[in-house]
């Protein structure tokens, strides 16, 4: 009895994994939603495409609106690639993890590549988070945070924003 129900843990735990697979998979034909999985695996919000939809809300200067889109075009596609590659190698550590044959030390190898790509995600985050706050202005960051509000984002004003008009 113990082994049936260890045998269909064991399967539904495969099944889980292909599908998750599958699911990667299907979705890179649609970038948005799977950017927004993808984003799923980082601690900092993914701002830049809001501030750009948003450019004219926040009273973005063509000037300042070129350097963050400069930027997108720098540093895009590595992002996406460093997510996307988290995604698959957790992916991975998960199948090992079923593996007799897979030991403790490869399990903490393989992690230790999804923190090396992390830390190479969180760089590459941070300094878009360095280009935004050099480029933005006081009306700037009012403007982002009525956005942010407006999306239901989440975050408040901080009072050192709020012009006392």
Not at 10 to 15: A, G, M, P, R, W
Not at 46 to 60: A, M
Not at 78 to 98: G, P
Request: proline share 3%.
């Amino acid at each position: 009895m113990k082994f049936s129900a260890l045998l269909v843990s064991f399967i539904t735990l495969i099944l889980t994994t292909g599908t998750t697979t599958a699911e990667l998979s299907n979705n890179e034909q649609y970038p948005e939603q799977y950017i927004e999985k993808l984003d799923k695996i980082s601690y900092l919000p993914r701002l830049l495409p809001v501030i750009i939809e948003n450019s004219d809300v926040i009273e973005l200067t063509n000037k300042q609106l070129n350097s963050l889109l400069a930027w997108r075009k720098t540093n895009g596609k590595n992002l996406i690639t460093a997510m996307n590659e988290i995604a698959h190698r957790r992916i991975e550590i998960k199948e090992a993890a079923l593996s007799p044959n897979v030991s403790s030390a490869r399990l903490i190898q393989m992690q230790n590549n999804v923190f090396r790509l992390q830390r190479e995600m969180l760089e590459y985050k941070l300094s878009c988070r360095e280009l935004v706050i050099n480029t933005f202005n006081r009306n700037n960051w009012e403007g982002f945070f009525l956005v942010l509000a407006d999306k239901q984002i989440g975050v408040t004003l901080p009072e050192i924003y709020i012009s006392k008009r």
